[in-house]
T-cell receptor, first 113, second 110 residues
Framework: KQEVTQIPAALSVPEGENLVLNCSFT??????LQWFRQDPGKGLTSLLL?????REQTSGRLNASLDKSSGRSTLYIAASQPGDSATYLC????????????FGGGTRLMVKP | DGGITQSPKYLFRKEGQNVTLSCEQN?????MYWYRQDPGQGLRLIYY???????QKGDIAEGYSVSREKKESFPLTVTSAQKNPTAFYLC?????????FGPGTRLTVL
């Protein structure tokens, strides 16, 4: 059974720092991997989706990479801002037929002004 | 304005009562999902439905029930058999590429 782990569980950084969030998964036979953002008490917003054949995806200050063979993905946030404070969740989709996602526990990020 | 709505935002339940959480979508998606989130944890799948009048159990279905009589609606009932129902419940729908999430319902058992 697929298991997804995110380290660290919480992270506090000063504004302006570049930072990396980590996601690892046990079964490398994935269809795609997705990073979501969750603000306190809210739903999830999709940030980046990487297909299994891709190595990375970029959106603005966010860059997500995928190393399927080692079961790892990283989310890089450049020049962090207080507005980036949220919980970041990664999720893997196992196959193309059903859109079933397995989620990690999330990394709670605090960016201090 | 397309999206997913969940109601109510907050729900309080006495022990032994059943409660129903509403989830509606106007995205014309076939698939819908219910997740449970506990503090500091990721999402766990309760039930999902790939098409109207059909649904399957997820990883933690015990103590929950669902129905899918209309494409737009996927209500979740938390029954008295659920031992620890206090949690944040999220509904999602998908047209195939990714899942779109509602704003969530926070259920508290008094």
């Amino acid at each position: 059974k697929q298991e997804v782990t995110q380290i660290p569980a919480a992270l506090s950084v000063p504004e302006g720092e570049n930072l990396v969030l980590n996601c690892s998964f046990t079964d490398s036979a994935i269809y795609n991997l997705q990073w979501f953002r969750q603000d306190p008490g809210k739903g999830l917003t999709s940030l980046l989706l990487i297909q299994s054949s891709q190595r990375e995806q970029t959106s603005g200050r966010l860059n997500a990479s995928l190393d399927k063979s080692s079961g790892r993905s990283t989310l890089y946030i450049a020049a962090s801002q207080p507005g980036d404070s949220a919980t970041y969740l990664c999720a893997v989709r196992q196959d193309s037929a059903g859109n079933m996602l397995t989620f990690g526990g999330g990394t709670r990020l605090m960016v201090k002004p | 304005d397309g999206g997913i709505t969940q109601s109510p935002k907050y729900l309080f339940r006495k022990e032994g009562q059943n409660v129903t959480l509403s989830c509606e979508q106007n995205l014309n998606h076939d698939a819908m999902y219910w997740y449970r989130q506990d503090p500091g944890q990721g999402l766990r799948l309760i039930y999902y439905s790939q098409i109207v009048n059909d649904f399957q159990k997820g990883d933690i279905a015990e103590g929950y029930s669902v129905s899918r009589e209309k494409k737009e609606s996927f209500p979740l009932t938390v029954t008295s058999a659920q031992k620890n129902p206090t949690a944040f419940y999220l509904c999602a729908s998908s047209g195939g590429v990714t899942q779109y999430f509602g704003p969530g319902t926070r259920l508290t058992v008094l």
